[in-house]
């Protein structure tokens, strides 16, 4: 094997969402001055990699170049993969639907680690909830990984959508087509619409969450009133730099997520074969502890919205296909407030997980690796242990969960259940919390007509 760097170079980064990147492995790979030259330098081949429309406006247009030892196209016919991880369509009330759909609160406790060998990133990947499709890029899956072995002479890529990895437990060792990626639990990861990319697994099992959009790419949201500086800033997301591998003569396997099924190929040397590359469609990373958080610091409990790190738009405006939010640990000020998140019933459909720590609307029963699923207009919010808390506490300042992390990924879809996710047959049905209801049941009534005052807590309610 060769490879293009020495190994204290292999997780080098460039900064700066969105821009135009340029790296090289061997000095003089890059062509100066043109994209397609009649010869390439180092005798490389020259592969465009376009993630949308030629014609696109140039403020979203995206687009790569890649200069490989062979072009992408060397490979065997695809070749369809039995795959019941993975569905096809989020269709429901047929007889062959993959999908069910219910409004009730769904939460979920801890996914499992796989208990046998061998289970790698794509084998270990099972689609949750979803809606829309992937063929008429309108839509998204949400995923979950759970594995216990790297991916070897492989690699992974999806025809559909864009993947937002959210690592939960370990650290995920990603080698994409254009660089490698070192992400750890408390960042993510966004791997782009075609891009290939092979994931190990430096700290053993892992386990996380996936989010792929069909439609648009995630982008940094608008700041409004806020201003030119705040939330994720563009100067912290990190681009991988070339690294290349020569390695020819034995069996690789490419995977392909197309339409909601697996297909493969095989051929005889590494798809990780590029020398320079240089554009602006390319895998990243972000450290979600970086954020700037923006809070309330006078009164009431602001919108999530304020917490959005990236968002995938819809053609509605102001309106996501996909958020990915974030409920970091922070200051807790607002005074008169009731502080945790407020009752709610949304046009939006939220889902959530726990990367850390616990989150702050719930006193017990949401777990890290877990997550929740609150659909488009199903009420949810605080369950009555919290609420008491809250109503009764001193509002001094907090710190809230300087240990925890939760994320919500909230989408403008209403969100068909895969069978995974609800049979308890299979590792995700196993996991439903059957009497996540209940933690509603005991909210008391406090209302009195004649006692503007009432007292929250109290042993005595009014029945």
């Not at 991880?85 to 406790?109: A, H, I, M, Y």
């Not at 960042?187 to 069909?214: K, N, T």
């Not at 209801?437 to 009014?462: I, M, R, S």
Request: with cysteine; proline share 8%.
């Amino acid at each position: 094997m060769a490879s293009g760097t020495t190994t204290e170079q292999v997780y080098t980064y460039q900064q700066g969402f969105g821009n135009s990147h340029a790296s090289e492995a061997l000095p003089g790979a890059l062509p100066i001055g043109q994209n397609s030259p009649q010869k390439v330098p180092y005798g490389l081949y020259a592969e465009q990699v376009s993630g949308t429309a030629f014609t696109a406006p140039r403020a979203e247009n995206q687009r790569s170049w890649l200069y490989r030892i062979r072009p992408s196209v060397v490979h065997t016919p695809f070749e369809q993969l039995p795959n019941a991880n993975v569905v096809r369509s989020f269709d429901v009330g047929r007889p062959d639907s993959e999908c069910k759909s219910t409004p009730n609160q769904l939460r979920w406790s801890p996914f499992p680690l796989p208990t046998h060998g061998g289970i790698d990133f794509v084998h270990g990947m099972h689609t949750l909830c979803g809606g829309g499709s992937p063929s008429t890029r309108n839509g998204l899956a949400i995923h979950i990984y759970s594995a216990n072995a790297d991916m070897h002479s492989s690699a992974f890529y999806s025809s559909d959508g864009e993947y937002l990895i959210v690592p939960q437990q370990g650290r995920l060792d990603i080698q994409t087509e254009l660089g490698r990626l070192m992400v750890e639990p408390n960042e993510i990861a966004v791997i782009p619409r075609g891009i290939r990319f092979a994931v190990r697994l430096p700290d053993g099992p892992s386990r996380g969450y996936v989010l792929e959009v069909f439609g648009h790419h995630f982008e940094l949201p608008e700041l409004g009133p806020i201003g030119a500086n705040g939330l994720a800033n563009a100067r912290d997301f990190l681009y991988p730099t070339a690294y290349y591998e020569d390695k020819e003569g034995g069996a690789y396997t490419i995977v392909n997520k197309y339409q909601g099924q697996l297909f493969h190929i095989e051929q005889g040397h590494s798809p990780f074969d590029v020398v320079a590359w240089h554009g602006n469609y390319a895998p990243y990373k972000y450290d979600l502890r970086k954020f700037c958080t923006v809070n309330a610091v006078s009164y009431d409990h602001l919108d999530p919205s304020i917490f959005t790190v990236l968002t995938a738009k819809s053609d509605t405006p102001g309106t996501a296909l996909a958020d990915f939010v974030i409920f970091p640990p922070r200051w807790i000020v607002a005074e008169n407030t009731f502080r945790p998140p407020y009752y709610h019933r949304n046009c939006m459909s939220e889902f959530m997980g726990l990367i850390s720590g616990g989150y702050d609307a719930k006193a017990e029963g949401f777990w890290p690796g877990g997550a929740s699923l609150h659909s488009a207009m199903t009420a949810h919010g605080p369950d009555r242990a919290t609420f008491e808390k809250a109503s009764t506490e001193e509002l001094t300042p907090v710190k809230l969960r300087p240990d925890g992390l939760a994320f919500m990924f909230e989408s403008s879809l209403m969100l068909s259940l895969t069978n995974w996710a609800l049979d308890p047959a299979f590792d995700g049905g196993k996991m439903v919390q059957k009497d996540y209801y209940k933690c509603w049941q005991g909210l008391h009534k406090y209302f009195d007509p004649n006692n503007k005052d009432v007292t929250y807590g109290a042993e005595e309610v009014k029945k």
